[in-house]
């Protein structure tokens, strides 16, 4: 048997996710197919040079283990058609790289998880986008981005609301004599009902601004837009200065120049 064959390739009926961990777990500590077919999977879809993307990856693949979709070994979900990269159980790797990713395939073994991808079971080449409503990207490691598919809980949680009206009850009939509750919005509590628009307030100005607020508009302009009016103040001529100077030849100057 190839040190690559599936140990299993259909899912179970029913599968426990962490009685279904623990199981492929011991099966990769007591063969070492198993961890090859963890191994290879990390080494083929990530960037070897990234710790996290090859820990995306092998997250992935356990997170597949314990689901009731997938098949309950680790060779047995990365070597389920069309799941991973073509001949990711058959094709040549280099030597070279082993030690890294054979210590960071027994981390994942012993509970090491990239907590970013967190329960996401589906990752593709980043860079790549889907118009899908039940994609939900959770993180971009290693060339690839992880994301969840279907809808994801937190997001349903915040979605509902918080408060809800509770509708009145016609077994118990209410002591006092006040109306009916009723769940419509005008009978909402005060935390729900619209706010109540602030009274405006009366403002007084002065004779002169309401003169000219309230002066008939000229022909040319037919509409008032409401804009401020500037009070028209009178143009003074500034006051011309008599300074007249006398232009006197050289020779009606009488005495003589000196200079000290």
């Known amino acids: 048997m190839s040190p690559v064959d599936s140990a299993a390739v259909s899912a179970p009926t029913t599968k426990e996710p962490t009685a279904a961990r623990k199981r ?70 280099p030597e070279h790289t082993r030690p890294k990713i054979e210590a960071i395939a027994d981390d994942i073994l012993n509970g090491r998880r990239n907590e970013a991808v967190g329960s996401a079971k589906h990752f593709h080449m980043a860079g790549m986008r889907f118009g899908y409503a039940n994609m939900h990207y959770v993180t971009v490691a290693g060339g690839n981005a992880f994301y969840l598919k279907g809808e994801r ?14 509708s009145a009850s016609t077994s118990a009939p209410l002591a006092t004599a006040t109306p009916a509750v009723s769940t419509s919005f005008a ?43 500037a009070s028209v103040r009178a143009f003074v001529v500034p006051a011309k200065a008599d300074n007249r100077v006398a232009l006197l030849a050289a020779s009606e100057i009488r005495g003589s120049l000196s200079s000290r």
């Open 24 to 93: 492929a777990v011991a099966l990769a500590k007591a063969d070492p197919r198993e961890k090859e077919c963890l191994v290879r999977a990390m080494y083929f879809e990530s960037n070897r040079s990234s710790e996290a993307g090859l820990l995306g990856v092998g997250t992935v693949v356990m997170n597949r283990v314990e689901s009731q979709r997938y098949p309950e070994t680790i060779c047995g979900v990365v070597g389920a058609p069309r799941q991973f990269a073509a001949g990711v159980l058959t094709r040549p790797m």
């Open 153 to 166: 809980p937190e997001r349903r949680r915040i979605e509902e609301p918080t408060i809800q009206l509770a």
């Open 187 to 229: 009978s909402a509590p005060l935390a729900f009902a619209p706010e109540t628009a602030a009274p405006k307030l009366v403002t007084f100005q002065a004779p002169a601004v309401m003169l000219v607020k309230n002066a008939p508009l000229p022909p040319g302009r037919p509409l008032d837009l409401d804009l401020p009016k």
